[in-house]
């Protein structure tokens, strides 16, 4: 079992850190945190009401980071920040989570839409890097899932729970999970309430365990080397290996073995509507880095995984899923090919940047993919650029010059 233990939340103007464990019979005790002077919403503090939801991305780079309007690319705001810095959504279409130097700190993207039974009521705010920050002393993943957001330190293995909607309101209340072995792990709260984590500590990962809001494990597996990543094909979670993923769907777990005796599966791109994952694949377990070309397919419905050849190699930024639920990935040819993932084959493509190589440090800029709605974006750091593609006709529709050569990128539908 892990040991549930409460961390107070930071609030205030505080120091910001950028991306564990094993599961053992131990008794356990669930507490949770709140702040009594929870700052007002900023809904009800400087917004306009607009005519419908207005997207808004973040782009990173070196010594802060860039709010845009998604539509006109004009720089709402330009925040400076030292060190390498993270982008990940927070859960709540509203907000950014930003991985740097001592913690999760909130990034207010400032455009969000409340519902109101058949309609709803779109706003906009000025953008703002908050100060409400989540200690941590190495910040790794953010998963939001079913209303629930956990966010993983991998120096200390504390899993930090908190409800996304409760950002927009000020200081959200938190639960802490602490897994017994510090990891490069990650975690979510599935539907029933359950913990899901990655098993490892600071030398090895090898599995993920399920376990009960009072710490006792329901399931458990240690078949998994390398275990990294996650993501959900409709309700299922897949984890990825080194040897292939795992399928979860409740507390039933599933291996699926990679065709290879060494094929990593480290990044995937889910889909809400979708029982396929799109994940990578790399072969070569000693290469410094790898340029694979070939992407996994996996139905998680029979647990079974397809390989996917492409002309053109690709990063782990490539990687996303259309409104329908084809897959997306971004080569280094320059063309955005669409993944028919029902017959895991290429079904179309369009050219958006120029060629390009992956850099040997995962942390330096290269063309990353983002897909919000029926849009995707594409930087290009060779130029500073940001090209906007329409995925309903797959054409490029617009390219907006960049003050700055982008690194990471995400954003929000508003």
């Not at 005519?51 to 709402?76: K, Q, W």
């Not at 909607?165 to 639960?175: N, Q, S, V």
């Not at 078949?223 to 769907?249: I, K, S």
Request: glycine residues 10%.
């Amino acid at each position: 079992m892990f040991k549930l233990k409460t961390v107070p939340l930071l609030t205030g103007a505080l120091l910001l850190t950028a991306c564990g464990s094993s599961a053992t019979d131990r008794a356990t005790e669930t507490t949770t945190s709140s702040a009594t002077d929870s700052a007002p919403s900023s809904a009800t503090t400087g917004a306009t009401e607009v005519s419908g939801a207005e997207p808004r991305l973040a782009l990173t780079y070196d010594g802060g980071i860039l709010v845009l309007d998604a539509e006109s690319g004009e720089v709402l705001d330009d925040a400076p920040l030292e060190g390498f810095t993270r982008l990940s959504p927070a859960g709540d279409d509203r907000h950014l989570f930003v991985s740097a130097t001592g913690g999760f700190t909130a990034l207010d993207l400032g455009t969000w839409t409340e519902a109101h039974g058949d309609h709803g009521h779109s706003w906009t705010a000025e953008p703002t890097l908050t100060d409400l920050t989540i200690a941590a002393e190495a910040p790794g993943h953010v998963v939001p899932h079913d209303g629930t957001t956990a966010l993983f330190d991998d120096a200390t293995g504390t899993i930090t729970l908190l409800d996304p909607a409760e950002l927009a309101e000020g200081t959200p209340e938190t639960e802490t999970t602490t897994t017994e072995e510090a990891h490069h792990g990650v975690a979510f709260r599935d539907e029933r309430g359950n913990l899901v984590t990655t098993v490892g500590n600071e030398d090895s990962r090898d599995g993920i365990a399920v376990l009960t809001a009072a710490g006792n494990e329901l399931a458990r597996t240690d078949d998994c080397p390398g275990v990294h990543g996650e993501a959900f094909g409709g309700e299922r979670a897949v984890f990825g290996c080194e040897d292939g993923v795992l399928v979860l769907d409740g507390t039933e777990i599933t291996k699926v073995d990679a065709p290879d005796d060494y094929g990593r599966i480290g990044n995937q791109a889910g889909h809400a509507a979708s029982p396929f994952v799109l994940g990578d694949y790399k072969v070569d377990a000693d290469a410094e880095l790898e340029r694979p070309t070939r992407v996994s397919v996996i139905d998680t419905r029979d647990a079974s995984l397809r390989l996917v050849d492409l002309p053109a190699s690709y990063s782990f930024r490539s990687l996303g899923r259309t409104p329908d639920g084809d897959g997306l990935v971004l080569g280094t040819d320059g063309r955005l090919r669409v993944i028919d993932v029902a017959d895991a084959s290429v079904r179309d493509a369009v050219a958006v940047t120029e060629e390009w190589r992956e850099p040997m440090d995962w942390q330096e800029p290269r063309p990353t993919l983002l897909v919000l709605g029926d849009t995707a974006y594409v930087t290009e750091p060779a130029t500073d650029q940001l090209h906007v593609v329409d995925l309903a006709d797959l054409s490029v529709t617009d390219t907006h010059d960049l003050p700055h050569t982008p690194n990471e990128l995400n954003g929000v539908t508003g």
